[in-house]
Every structure is written in structure tokens, then in C-alpha cells.
């Protein structure tokens, strides 16, 4: 029997070794489950002012744990991330939060201590009510008994229907979140309210310095803040705004001036007099940037160095006061 080649059918055959010898790609890496707080009580909910209260929690995958009293101060531990107790001494009705950290995310929890009185069964807490811009707090509520629970933010965005329960979250800006529920007497309300004070996260120069008629980019990144504004120790203010935009990321171009225009004959950082003068070599610039809030009113302030002359310049030197041998 006489064998025949058919070009299709070893055309076929070659692609089917082809495919046969390429290897499935491995299945993406599946995602890292999030850290879980399996116990946090206190041995106490009901004691008199104080009195002696122990906290224990158990945590699973956490890699961080932060124990919290109700004004956001932390509470040393016995212990580590998968487990400790701690001793507290409240004077009043006080809440404390647990925060778990992992690489899959994060994890909060809350025990309620009455002391001198029963447990509240409708709040709304923030702990801790006061931070940074881009700082967490953690939202603890409970409205036991009622129903249509709903936790939302400033905006009105639903952060939770559940009847109790934590929840951690970034904020920005100054804000208040409100519990709601219907309850046997009628409609159930609590608030909790958040100040976030303002801060400046970059105030920078680019050329560090410059001479007469040059520019000077001044950059700067702020947050929760409502207004910039913009000083030279010399020349007064330069600039404020009010966009949120810029507020947060913005710059403003200084002109090294070719003559220092002020009035009042008072003396100048270099032993000058104010005046019609030309600005000289070496004169140093002292910028102010200052980022306020309206309400509350606050404010938080940065200073830049920078001189009237060509090239870099060093502001600070600091070394050690001691240093060990053979250590860096």
C-alpha cells in the first residue's frame, strides 16, 4: 500500500503540535483577602467611673493593629497583630475603636464602656474627631430596635443600611455625618462631626535661587484647605487664591524685581534701607505660604529660603551630635 501526502493534512498536524506544545498561562494571582478582627470586647460594658476595664481583641491576617480611644490617642497593648489586651480606666462614657491592617486591606471594630449609667442603644461616634487632611477616622454607630438605618455623609452618599457596625474612611475636609432610623417613639437621629485641619504637603522653588529679572517657579500641594496665600518677607503679599484646584497643586511665577519699590525707610534683612533701589546681589528672599480654612477658621503656614544670585545654595547642615563606630 503506497502512502500518500496530503499538504492540508500536514499543514493541520503542524498546527495542532504547535498549539499542543504552547503552555497555558497561569491564572492571575488572586487578590489578598482582607484582615478580619474576629473579637474585640471589653470583660466590663457597665462600671463606675474608675474603675479598672480590660480590652482583648483576635485578629486574623492582620499585619498592623491600632487600638484607639474615643479623642483618636493611641492605648498601649500587650500583644501583637494577631492578638493582646490592654487595661483602661475610663472617667466617662467612652468608646473604643480597633484598626486592623493587612495587605488585603483593613478592618475596624468598636466596644462601647458606659460608666456611671447604661449603654447608649442610638449614637454615632468619629474617632478620633479631629485630624489631618488625607487622615482616617473611623465611624462607629448603632441604632439597636429601629429600622431603616441609613449612615450618611455630608453629600447624602449612604456609607451603611446596617443596624450597627464601623467603618474607617480618608476625609479631606471638615464634615459631619448623620445616623437615621425609625424607632418605636418615632424617627432616631445622631451626628458626629469631623474638623480636619489643613495642611501643606510640598512648598518648593525651582531655581532654588535666581538674579534680577528672572523667574522663580513656586511650587506648592496643600490639602483641606479653602485659600493659599502667597508672601515675601520684603515686598508683602504676592498672591492669593481661592480655586480649589490651584489651592490644592499650584504654582505662581516670581520676578526676581530689578528694584525693591517699598516705602517707610525701615531696615532690610541686609542692613538696607527700604526705598527706590536696586535690588542687590546675595538680598535674601524669605517666601511665606499660608493655607486657611473657612470654616473653622485655620491655618497652617511654610516658609521658603531663596537669595537674589545665580546657582544653589545651602540652607541647613546638620550632623549628628554622636555616632557609634563602625555605624552609619
Not at 480590660?54 to 486574623?60: D, H, I, Q
Not at 448603632?142 to 446596617?162: H, I, K, M, W, Y
Request: charged share 15%.
Amino acid at each position: 500500500m503506497r502512502n500518500v501526502f496530503v499538504p492540508g493534512l500536514a499543514l493541520v498536524a503542524t498546527l495542532a503540535l504547535a498549539l499542543s506544545s504552547c503552555s497555558t498561562p497561569p491564572p492571575p494571582t488572586p487578590p489578598e483577602p482582607p484582615p478580619l478582627i474576629t473579637k474585640f470586647s471589653a470583660d466590663q460594658t457597665v462600671v463606675t467611673a474608675g474603675a479598672t476595664v480590660k480590652l482583648s481583641f483576635t485578629t486574623e491576617r492582620a499585619t498592623e493593629v491600632e487600638l484607639l480611644d474615643q479623642a483618636g490617642t493611641a492605648i498601649t497593648f500587650m500583644g501583637d497583630a494577631n492578638g493582646g489586651e490592654a487595661t483602661v480606666t475610663p472617667t466617662e462614657t467612652s468608646f473604643y475603636v480597633l484598626r486592623a491592617t493587612g495587605k488585603g486591606g483593613r478592618d475596624s471594630a468598636f466596644v462601647q464602656v458606659a460608666v456611671n449609667g447604661g449603654l447608649r442603644e442610638v449614637f454615632l461616634v468619629a474617632v478620633p474627631a479631629e485630624v489631618e487632611a488625607g487622615g482616617t477616622v473611623t465611624l462607629a454607630w448603632s441604632a439597636l430596635g429601629g429600622t431603616g438605618v441609613t449612615v450618611r455623609d455630608a453629600n447624602g452618599n449612604t456609607l451603611s443600611s446596617e443596624t450597627s457596625g464601623s467603618r474607617t474612611l480618608t476625609v479631606n475636609r471638615t464634615t459631619t455625618y448623620e445616623l437615621r432610623a425609625t424607632g418605636l417613639s418615632g424617627v432616631l437621629t445622631a451626628s458626629a462631626s469631623v474638623t480636619v485641619r489643613p495642611v501643606i504637603r510640598v512648598f518648593e522653588a525651582n531655581p532654588p535661587a535666581a538674579k534680577q529679572g528672572q523667574k522663580i517657579e513656586l511650587h506648592w500641594q496643600t490639602g483641606g484647605a479653602d485659600a493659599v496665600s502667597l508672601r515675601e518677607a520684603t515686598l508683602g503679599e504676592l498672591i492669593t487664591i481661592t480655586s480649589p484646584a490651584a489651592v490644592e497643586d499650584g504654582t505662581f511665577d516670581f520676578i526676581v524685581p530689578a528694584e525693591l519699590n517699598t516705602d517707610g525707610g525701615q531696615l532690610l534683612p541686609d542692613g538696607g534701607l527700604t526705598g527706590p533701589r536696586p535690588t542687590p546681589d546675595n538680598f535674601p528672599l524669605q517666601f511665606s505660604l499660608t493655607a486657611t480654612t473657612n470654616t473653622p477658621a485655620q491655618s497652617v503656614s511654610a516658609d521658603l529660603r531663596s537669595f537674589v544670585r545665580d546657582g544653589p545654595f545651602i540652607t541647613s547642615f546638620v550632623v549628628p551630635t554622636f555616632g557609634t563606630e563602625l555605624k552609619p
